[in-house]
């Protein structure tokens, strides 16, 4: 099925272009007059280079760097096409050189974020391979270099402005907030109380700015706990947070008991459930420094439940494991057990099955508390996840945007430590793929509800290229205040903007309005399965299996729906006014035939 | 859930009223008169004991409640009839007339366990020693798990019903026994359903011969099985095959006979044969097994390429060993045990190593088509038999090659030429009469077969016109003993079976439907299940395909080596001339390939590769992925009764129904349209070009269209009122996640490279 005449190597493959308007720039490149740049985006440098496909053998062509993006065109009749964002490249290095023997000895290899490894082979003369590096060094790592994102110098219109998306105060409205139990606070205007959340927060009512400042103290990096979602039946809430300085001695703060007092009066729910997303003995093991969780007499009317999710070191060398299996190729022979080994979807499981039991505990009525170490990672995840759960509204194309806004942006996941945007720090123990995590969770959870979700696989695909290109400014820096610093949201332009431009390609076509319905997957590892379309995508193997022959029998009933449709609307006219047949019959085809489904039940 | 029979007066038990009783509530002393319920009998079914009350554990919880009823064992089944009253039967859209969900025919049952305190003992006898067990678990064929407890019942009555339960379903037993052999129903409508093709006349292989346009000899000698036993009345060989090669076969009991199985359409074509079993001395099989492959050879002058399976594909025990490590992971007993082996899934799965015997068979079938494809060579594949492997390459390659047999009647006209006409054991290969002796043979080759065919399905799925719950159907079909299609081990046997006048029975001929006959089974709403609503027919794809032009591909392979780059000469299928050494040769020469340097990947052939890239025709040459992601566990087979794997409202059902849904939204616009038009200007085009889109559709019931949220991702197998509304909980993860980790990150902090500054 896969088009063979489409190149398989696009980087950004199922993204469309928008970037038409930028013919002028793309006339300055002159043999690839085919890429059409982004308007901002500068062209740095071509080369004669040979690519070592892993697919392919070695293919002579020509690159092509911008500021933007590494593109590679091979000659030939069977063209293959790479079109990297320098976003998502992690390393570069030199292989091999004069000592080195054969024909392609002067090597570059380049490591990617997004699951793929590139390597070059350059000529001797004339340095064509220090040039090369020495550029794609200076403009794939911007910040080490003094140099903007390109978010930055990017130019990009679109019709629509994402940064409107996410209302902090729209999105706790929706929530029915504030109610007689919970306030809005603005204690965090200027980033005083906490650095790293919002301006915005949810407390209970009954607490004062004094309360909230005290329990900052207790609270490890001020992370103090406030709303992140509230049941309109029950009222039941989940509450996100960092974990308790308890440390060695056991200290115990009798306003960070107060506080989760009133959290738990907020419903009247008889026992407060903390959920710890860590491992029993890493909690135990943060007293150490300080950390620790809430203790039995300290907290009595609390049950504590630990989710055994394991630290952003385990998920990094977890993934750095699923990668050696699947790229270049896929490994055959043991591919079972070597996914097992990897253990990638067995963390998967232990993030969904934490969810569930969130959404399980509020979706019956209990309040809970969700933290781990510093409440940025595993509990963005958990949060965010148990809500997919819980609300429909985040399952739209709109309120998953607000979801992540909210939950992982807003709250400071620290996106700019963890996917280490524009820094040449490679081997940064910050740089973990929680984010991917929890994207795969949502996928898994698409897989098993496949009518629940507005958005489609590709959307969630574009967000992850876009969490590495640094086109955007959605996912750039660690939290709001130093987002505020940068004047990110009047310099760049956000990820929501490309994709509410033209939301069609990221619908998914069985999309079921169901409003009220909590949705529970199967954290089982019978059901969880490797997101091999976005894992193994470069694969060309791979690629075939990418259709959706369901989706594609949808839409084309859909489109002979509406051929019907506007046919019997036309004979109807001309049967109810057969002079003005010619002058009306075009005029019901101008209404999109899209809105008439409802009409189906009603007789003509 | 299958229920309950044809719905008579009385009730069909239902496994989702929960007993809140806990055991000791039930006063012995009080005991309400033993009212003892049998289910709505077939017709020719026998109650043979009885007993009751019987607690039936449900499975959704840890054993811990159930439904009091009576366990019956009759001569098709074993039945439970709950105590409970029948809640009005309207969530039953699969129905499975003959039996219910808490029936159990006797061929379906797999094993019996007792369970004594908290051990779990395997039965295999039906004689009892000591005290009469307090449980008997069965686990069937068909993946189903009941738990049954026995202490509420009488000591005596409990011993009289586990003994008879074992006794006849364990204890072997006479073909005649078999309860197609009672089962007398009055039948008259029994037809040929669909036009199935069934390949017990001349007429049935002439017209096959002709649509395939191939050119062999047909044979009529065996009429009486005088040729040979294994071998069907008629069948084709090649056309030089003489009338003195007939007397040496008769010698050789047909084998050695290269058995037409279907023609290519440049005139190359499939054999298959048993082997002979060759000794150095004896010259006469040597010369006559020479003289065969000359006849296969010189047929139009093709080359031809020779395989013995039995040298490259696993031996029907290591199928038969790896199915029973496989099937056990399916076999839950309660919740505790799902959730720990959920832990080591994926490597127990790779253990067990069905998935690549699964794999290995549909390279295998890869490589003959290639062989008939791109180099148009005769095939000639053999096995001991030539009636268990081969039929799975063969009915495999025909699947990949020919858009014929993945319809509904060609396909189980597939099944009929391939495995029934074949002389598949199907008696010996299920082990259908329990026979001691025969333990050894029993091997599930024709299920390895659906589930190659399921991989097809399940990758290409717009190819086939069946659906997965058909195949499903059709895979529990082969333990319901009223069926004539799989109780026999030859034609021969059928034949003697069904035609002789047999004192025993004294009711004459026996006279038992076809599988085929799904009418038997489902009623015409539940049989819609078995179309694949996305199936196109021919009709449109010669459309797209006008359009749609095929680019050549040159691969460009001069440079350095890639992990793809594939030796241009394969190994191991064998280039026949002339002379029988070389043909002995091949043996070697296929080990060659399971050498373990040979990876699968380096024995995908540029013939393979090149399809990969070419744009998929669903009624053309359709090959299988083999990588390891591609090839998975049938899961709606395997999976569909245990509660904790069901999606509430969710799996590929619910996309299923959003079709079907615009399909009858579709079809009801057709109709209004039509109508308007007066069926003249507007029914004729509108329906000769689209009717492909929903013609095929399997409509679902009205009341269900809009409550497709509250399906069951096991449905239609399952029906949802069994399942909790809870979230299934994984328990035991911790012993599951044990990191290997050298530098003890598990242990590290997120951020450790700041220290919390103490307050």
Same mark, same amino acid.
């Given at each position: 099925?896969?088009?063979?005449?489409?190149?398989?190597?696009?980087?950004?493959?199922?993204?469309?272009?928008?970037?038409?308007?930028?013919?002028?720039?793309?006339?300055?490149?002159?043999?690839?007059?085919?890429?059409?740049?982004?308007?901002?985006?500068?062209?740095?440098?071509?080369?004669?280079?040979?690519?070592?496909?892993?697919?392919?053998?070695?293919?002579?062509?020509?690159?092509?760097?911008?500021?933007?993006?590494?593109?590679?065109?091979?000659?030939?009749?069977?063209?293959?096409?790479?079109?990297?964002?320098?976003?998502?490249?992690?390393?570069?290095?030199?292989?091999?050189?004069?000592?080195?023997?054969?024909?392609?000895?002067?090597?570059?290899?380049?490591?990617?974020?997004?699951?793929?490894?590139?390597?070059?082979?350059?000529?001797?003369?004339?340095?064509?391979?220090?040039?090369?590096?020495?550029?794609?060094?200076?403009?794939?790592?911007?910040?080490?270099?003094?140099?903007?994102?390109?978010?930055?110098?990017?130019?990009?219109?679109?019709?629509?402005?994402?940064?409107?998306?996410?209302?902090?105060?729209?999105?706790?409205?929706?929530?029915?907030?504030?109610?007689?139990?919970?306030?809005?606070?603005?204690?965090?205007?200027?980033?005083?109380?906490?650095?790293?959340?919002?301006?915005?927060?949810?407390?209970?009512?009954?607490?004062?700015?004094?309360?909230?400042?005290?329990?900052?103290?207790?609270?490890?990096?001020?992370?103090?706990?406030?709303?992140?979602?509230?049941?309109?039946?029950?009222?039941?809430?989940?509450?996100?947070?960092?974990?308790?300085?308890?440390?060695?001695?056991?200290?115990?703060?009798?306003?960070?008991?107060?506080?989760?007092?009133?959290?738990?009066?907020?419903?009247?729910?008889?026992?407060?459930?903390?959920?710890?997303?860590?491992?029993?003995?890493?909690?135990?093991?943060?007293?150490?420094?300080?950390?620790?969780?809430?203790?039995?007499?300290?907290?009595?009317?609390?049950?504590?439940?630990?989710?055994?999710?394991?630290?952003?070191?385990?998920?990094?060398?977890?993934?750095?494991?699923?990668?050696?299996?699947?790229?270049?190729?896929?490994?055959?022979?043991?591919?079972?057990?070597?996914?097992?080994?990897?253990?990638?979807?067995?963390?998967?499981?232990?993030?969904?099955?934490?969810?569930?039991?969130?959404?399980?505990?509020?979706?019956?009525?209990?309040?809970?508390?969700?933290?781990?170490?510093?409440?940025?990672?595993?509990?963005?995840?958990?949060?965010?996840?148990?809500?997919?759960?819980?609300?429909?509204?985040?399952?739209?194309?709109?309120?998953?945007?607000?979801?992540?806004?909210?939950?992982?942006?807003?709250?400071?996941?620290?996106?700019?430590?963890?996917?280490?945007?524009?820094?040449?720090?490679?081997?940064?123990?910050?740089?973990?793929?929680?984010?991917?995590?929890?994207?795969?969770?949502?996928?898994?959870?698409?897989?098993?509800?496949?009518?629940?979700?507005?958005?489609?696989?590709?959307?969630?695909?574009?967000?992850?290229?876009?969490?590495?290109?640094?086109?955007?400014?959605?996912?750039?820096?660690?939290?709001?205040?130093?987002?505020?610093?940068?004047?990110?949201?009047?310099?760049?332009?956000?990820?929501?903007?490309?994709?509410?431009?033209?939301?069609?390609?990221?619908?998914?076509?069985?999309?079921?309005?169901?409003?009220?319905?909590?949705?529970?997957?199967?954290?089982?590892?019978?059901?969880?399965?490797?997101?091999?379309?976005?894992?193994?995508?470069?694969?060309?193997?791979?690629?075939?299996?990418?259709?959706?022959?369901?989706?594609?029998?949808?839409?084309?009933?859909?489109?002979?729906?509406?051929?019907?449709?506007?046919?019997?609307?036309?004979?109807?006219?001309?049967?109810?006014?057969?002079?003005?047949?010619?002058?009306?019959?075009?005029?019901?085809?101008?209404?999109?035939?899209?809105?008439?489904?409802?009409?189906?039940?009603?007789?003509? | 859930?299958?229920?309950?029979?044809?719905?008579?007066?009385?009730?069909?038990?239902?496994?989702?009223?929960?007993?809140?009783?806990?055991?000791?509530?039930?006063?012995?002393?009080?005991?309400?008169?033993?009212?003892?319920?049998?289910?709505?009998?077939?017709?020719?079914?026998?109650?043979?004991?009885?007993?009751?009350?019987?607690?039936?554990?449900?499975?959704?919880?840890?054993?811990?409640?159930?439904?009091?009823?009576?366990?019956?064992?009759?001569?098709?089944?074993?039945?439970?009839?709950?105590?409970?009253?029948?809640?009005?039967?309207?969530?039953?859209?699969?129905?499975?007339?003959?039996?219910?969900?808490?029936?159990?025919?006797?061929?379906?049952?797999?094993?019996?366990?007792?369970?004594?305190?908290?051990?779990?003992?395997?039965?295999?006898?039906?004689?009892?020693?000591?005290?009469?067990?307090?449980?008997?678990?069965?686990?069937?064929?068909?993946?189903?798990?009941?738990?049954?407890?026995?202490?509420?019942?009488?000591?005596?009555?409990?011993?009289?019903?586990?003994?008879?339960?074992?006794?006849?379903?364990?204890?072997?037993?006479?073909?005649?026994?078999?309860?197609?052999?009672?089962?007398?129903?009055?039948?008259?409508?029994?037809?040929?359903?669909?036009?199935?093709?069934?390949?017990?006349?001349?007429?049935?292989?002439?017209?096959?011969?002709?649509?395939?346009?191939?050119?062999?000899?047909?044979?009529?000698?065996?009429?009486?099985?005088?040729?040979?036993?294994?071998?069907?009345?008629?069948?084709?060989?090649?056309?030089?095959?003489?009338?003195?090669?007939?007397?040496?076969?008769?010698?050789?009991?047909?084998?050695?006979?290269?058995?037409?199985?279907?023609?290519?359409?440049?005139?190359?074509?499939?054999?298959?044969?048993?082997?002979?079993?060759?000794?150095?001395?004896?010259?006469?099989?040597?010369?006559?097994?020479?003289?065969?492959?000359?006849?296969?050879?010189?047929?139009?002058?093709?080359?031809?390429?020779?395989?013995?399976?039995?040298?490259?594909?696993?031996?029907?025990?290591?199928?038969?060993?790896?199915?029973?490590?496989?099937?056990?992971?399916?076999?839950?007993?309660?919740?505790?045990?799902?959730?720990?082996?959920?832990?080591?899934?994926?490597?127990?799965?790779?253990?067990?190593?069905?998935?690549?015997?699964?794999?290995?068979?549909?390279?295998?079938?890869?490589?003959?088509?290639?062989?008939?494809?791109?180099?148009?060579?005769?095939?000639?594949?053999?096995?001991?038999?030539?009636?268990?492997?081969?039929?799975?390459?063969?009915?495999?390659?025909?699947?990949?090659?020919?858009?014929?047999?993945?319809?509904?009647?060609?396909?189980?006209?597939?099944?009929?030429?391939?495995?029934?006409?074949?002389?598949?054991?199907?008696?010996?290969?299920?082990?259908?009469?329990?026979?001691?002796?025969? =333990?050894?043979? /029993? @091997?599930?080759?024709?299920? !390895?077969?659906?589930?190659? &065919? $399921?991989?097809?399905?399940? #990758?290409?799925?717009?190819?086939?016109?069946?659906?997965?719950?058909?195949?499903?159907?059709?895979?529990?079909?082969?333990?319901?003993?009223?069926?004539?299609?799989?109780?026999?081990?030859?034609?021969?046997?059928?034949?003697?079976?069904?035609?002789? =006048?047999?004192? /025993? @029975?004294?009711?004459?001929? !026996?006279?038992?439907?076809? &599988? $085929?006959?799904?009418?038997? #089974?489902?009623?015409?709403?539940?049989?819609?299940?078995?179309?694949?609503?996305?199936?196109?027919?021919?009709?449109?794809?010669?459309?797209?395909?006008?359009?749609?032009?095929?680019?050549?591909?040159?691969?460009?392979?001069?440079?350095?080596?890639?992990?793809?780059?594939?030796?241009?000469?394969?190994?191991?299928?064998?280039?026949?001339?002339?002379?029988?050494?070389?043909?002995?040769?091949?043996?070697?020469?296929?080990?060659?390939?399971?050498?373990?340097?040979?990876?699968?990947?380096?024995?995908?052939?540029?013939?393979?590769?090149?399809?990969?890239?070419?744009?998929?025709?669903?009624?053309?040459?359709?090959?299988?992925?083999?990588?390891?992601?591609?090839?998975?566990?049938?899961?709606?087979?395997?999976?569909?009764?245990?509660?904790?794997?069901?999606?509430?409202?969710?799996?590929?059902?619910?996309?299923?129904?959003?079709?079907?849904?615009?399909?009858?939204?579709?079809?009801?616009?057709?109709?209004?349209?039509?109508?308007?038009?007066?069926?003249?200007?507007?029914?004729?085009?509108?329906?000769?070009?689209?009717?492909?889109?929903?013609?095929?559709?399997?409509?679902?019931?009205?009341?269900?269209?809009?409550?497709?949220?509250?399906?069951?991702?096991?449905?239609?197998?399952?029906?949802?009122?069994?399942?909790?509304?809870?979230?299934?909980?994984?328990?035991?993860?911790?012993?599951?996640?044990?990191?290997?980790?050298?530098?003890?990150?598990?242990?590290?902090?997120?951020?450790?490279?700041?220290?919390?500054?103490?307050?």
């Amino acid at each position: 099925m896969a088009s063979a005449s489409i190149p398989a190597y696009n980087s950004i493959p199922l993204e469309n272009s928008s970037s038409q308007n930028a013919s002028n720039e793309s006339l300055k490149m002159e043999p690839l007059a085919d890429v059409a740049l982004l308007p901002g985006e500068e062209r740095v440098i071509d080369k004669d280079i040979i690519y070592i496909c892993p697919f392919n053998g070695a293919l002579k062509g020509k690159v092509f760097i911008t500021n933007f993006r590494l593109y590679f065109k091979s000659d030939g009749d069977h063209v293959v096409v790479l079109d990297v964002p320098l976003g998502a490249i992690s390393r570069v290095e030199k292989m091999g050189g004069a000592s080195s023997r054969g024909e392609n000895s002067y090597g570059l290899d380049i490591t990617c974020k997004d699951m793929r490894n590139l390597r070059f082979a350059l000529k001797q003369e004339g340095h064509s391979r220090r040039d090369i590096f020495e550029i794609l060094f200076r403009y794939a790592f911007p910040l080490s270099h003094g140099l903007p994102l390109f978010a930055y110098l990017s130019q990009e219109k679109f019709d629509e402005n994402g940064w409107h998306v996410y209302k902090p105060m729209e999105e706790y409205r929706r929530q029915g907030l504030p109610t007689d139990k919970w306030r809005i606070s603005f204690i965090n205007e200027d980033y005083k109380l906490c650095d790293t959340y919002p301006t915005i927060l949810v407390v209970p009512f009954k607490a004062t700015e004094d309360d909230l400042q005290k329990v900052a103290t207790f609270r490890s990096r001020c992370r103090i706990p406030v709303l992140s979602w509230i049941n309109k039946e029950n009222q039941a809430v989940i509450v996100r947070c960092s974990q308790p300085l308890v440390g060695m001695s056991g200290k115990r703060n009798k306003d960070d008991e107060r506080y989760l007092e009133m959290i738990r009066e907020a419903n009247g729910t008889t026992k407060l459930t903390i959920f710890d997303a860590r491992p029993n003995v890493n909690a135990v093991a943060n007293k150490a420094t300080g950390g620790g969780y809430e203790g039995d007499d300290a907290y009595q009317n609390a049950e504590l439940v630990f989710l055994d999710i394991h630290n952003i070191h385990v998920m990094r060398e977890s993934l750095k494991k699923l990668k050696d299996i699947v790229y270049p190729n896929v490994e055959e022979a043991h591919w079972l057990s070597s996914l097992e080994s990897t253990h990638w979807l067995e963390h998967i499981k232990l993030v969904l099955s934490g969810a569930i039991q969130v959404a399980d505990k509020v979706s019956s009525g209990n309040s809970v508390v969700v933290h781990c170490s510093d409440g940025w990672d595993r509990t963005a995840q958990l949060t965010s996840l148990a809500m997919l759960m819980l609300d429909s509204h985040y399952r739209t194309l709109r309120g998953f945007q607000v979801l992540l806004e909210k939950e992982w942006i807003g709250f400071g996941h620290k996106f700019a430590s963890r996917i280490g945007h524009g820094d040449k720090n490679h081997a940064d123990q910050d740089r973990s793929p929680i984010f991917l995590q929890f994207i795969d969770c949502v996928w898994q959870m698409t897989k098993q509800f496949p009518t629940a979700f507005e958005f489609n696989e590709r959307l969630l695909m574009v967000i992850l290229d876009h969490l590495y290109s640094c086109r955007f400014g959605t996912f750039l820096y660690n939290c709001e205040n130093v987002r505020d610093n940068n004047l990110l949201r009047t310099k760049t332009v956000s990820l929501w903007s490309l994709v509410n431009s033209d939301t069609s390609s990221f619908i998914n076509p069985f999309y079921t309005e169901e409003s009220s319905r909590v949705l529970y997957p199967v954290a089982s590892m019978r059901h969880l399965e490797l997101w091999v379309t976005y894992y193994i995508r470069w694969n060309p193997r791979i690629r075939q299996q990418q259709q959706s022959p369901v989706e594609q029998r949808y839409r084309e009933l859909l489109a002979l729906r509406d051929q019907y449709l506007k046919k019997l609307q036309e004979l109807q006219l001309s049967d109810s006014s057969p002079s003005t047949h010619l002058s009306n019959s075009s005029t019901p085809s101008a209404a999109s035939p899209t809105q008439h489904i409802t009409r189906l039940q009603t007789p003509f | 859930m299958l229920s309950l029979g044809s719905g008579g007066a009385k009730q069909p038990p239902k496994a989702s009223f929960v007993s809140y009783v806990t055991p000791e509530e039930i006063n012995p002393e009080k005991e309400p008169p033993k009212k003892e319920r049998y289910p709505d009998l077939l017709p020719g079914e026998v109650v043979f004991c009885s007993a009751s009350p019987i607690l039936k554990y449900t499975q959704d919880e840890l054993s811990q409640r159930g439904v009091f009823g009576t366990l019956v064992c009759t001569n098709f089944r074993v039945s439970f009839i709950s105590d409970e009253v029948q809640v009005e039967d309207t969530i039953q859209h699969f129905k499975n007339k003959l039996y219910g969900e808490n029936d159990i025919p006797l061929m379906c049952v797999d094993n019996i366990y007792g369970g004594y305190d908290d051990k779990k003992k395997l039965i295999t006898c039906p004689l009892l020693k000591n005290k009469c067990p307090s449980k008997i678990i069965i686990h069937c064929k068909d993946l189903r798990v009941f738990q049954y407890c026995l202490t509420y019942t009488d000591e005596k009555d409990a011993r009289k019903i586990f003994q008879g339960i074992v006794h006849h379903c364990l204890e072997s037993k006479s073909l005649k026994c078999v309860f197609a052999f009672s089962y007398n129903a009055n039948n008259a409508e029994m037809q040929r359903k669909g036009r199935t093709v069934m390949f017990d006349s001349i007429d049935d292989w002439t017209q096959e011969m002709k649509r395939t346009k191939g050119v062999c000899r047909l044979v009529a000698e065996n009429q009486s099985f005088e040729l040979s036993q294994r071998l069907p009345q008629y069948f084709f060989v090649p056309a030089n095959v003489t009338e003195e090669d007939f007397q040496n076969a008769r010698k050789f009991n047909g084998k050695g006979l290269p058995i037409w199985c279907w023609s290519h359409h440049t005139g190359c074509a499939l054999f298959k044969t048993a082997a002979l079993p060759l000794m150095q001395e004896d010259t006469i099989p040597q010369a006559y097994m020479e003289k065969m492959l000359n006849a296969v050879a010189q047929n139009y002058l093709y080359s031809v390429k020779t395989e013995d399976l039995s040298d490259t594909l696993p031996s029907l025990q290591e199928v038969q060993l790896s199915y029973t490590k496989f099937k056990q992971f399916f076999l839950i007993d309660n919740s505790t045990e799902f959730w720990m082996s959920d832990v080591k899934w994926f490597s127990s799965l790779e253990n067990a190593g069905w998935l690549d015997i699964i794999r290995q068979c549909l390279q295998k079938a890869v490589e003959v088509v290639e062989c008939l494809e791109k180099e148009n060579t005769n095939v000639l594949i053999m096995e001991e038999e030539g009636s268990d492997l081969c039929c799975v390459i063969s009915s495999l390659v025909q699947l990949m090659l020919d858009p014929y047999y993945r319809t509904l009647t060609g396909f189980q006209s597939l099944v009929q030429k391939e495995w029934i006409a074949g002389g598949h054991n199907f008696q010996d290969r299920c082990n259908h009469l329990h026979h001691k002796d025969k =333990e050894h043979l /029993q @091997t599930p080759v024709f299920l !390895l077969f659906l589930e190659c &065919v $399921w991989q097809l399905l399940h #990758q290409h799925s717009p190819a086939f016109q069946f659906s997965e719950t058909y195949l499903t159907v059709l895979s529990d079909s082969v333990h319901v003993p009223v069926f004539s299609t799989f109780l026999f081990n030859s034609v021969q046997q059928k034949v003697s079976m069904m035609t002789a =006048e047999s004192p /025993q @029975t004294q009711r004459g001929p !026996l006279n038992c439907p076809t &599988v $085929w006959d799904w009418s038997v #089974q489902f009623d015409c709403r539940a049989q819609e299940f078995f179309i694949n609503p996305l199936y196109t027919d021919k009709l449109r794809v010669d459309k797209l395909t006008k359009k749609s032009h095929r680019p050549k591909h040159t691969r460009q392979l001069s440079l350095p080596s890639s992990a793809f780059k594939t030796p241009s000469k394969k190994g191991f299928f064998k280039e026949e001339t002339d002379s029988l050494k070389k043909m002995l040769r091949v043996k070697r020469l296929s080990r060659w390939m399971l050498s373990p340097d040979a990876s699968p990947q380096a024995s995908t052939s540029e013939f393979y590769e090149a399809w990969l890239r070419r744009p998929l025709d669903y009624h053309g040459v359709l090959l299988p992925l083999l990588d390891g992601p591609a090839v998975r566990v049938w899961m709606q087979r395997y999976l569909r009764w245990i509660p904790e794997v069901q999606i509430c409202g969710g799996g590929t059902v619910a996309v299923t129904n959003r079709l079907a849904e615009l399909q009858g939204e579709v079809r009801e616009l057709l109709r209004r349209l039509e109508r308007q038009c007066g069926g003249i200007d507007a029914g004729g085009p509108y329906h000769s070009d689209h009717h492909h889109l929903y013609d095929n559709v399997a409509p679902l019931p009205p009341h269900l269209l809009r409550s497709s949220v509250r399906l069951s991702s096991s449905f239609p197998f399952a029906s949802i009122r069994n399942w909790p509304f809870k979230p299934a909980i994984p328990t035991s993860m911790l012993q599951g996640l044990i990191v290997s980790d050298p530098d003890n990150m598990a242990d590290r902090e997120d951020e450790y490279t700041e220290t919390i500054s103490l307050v």
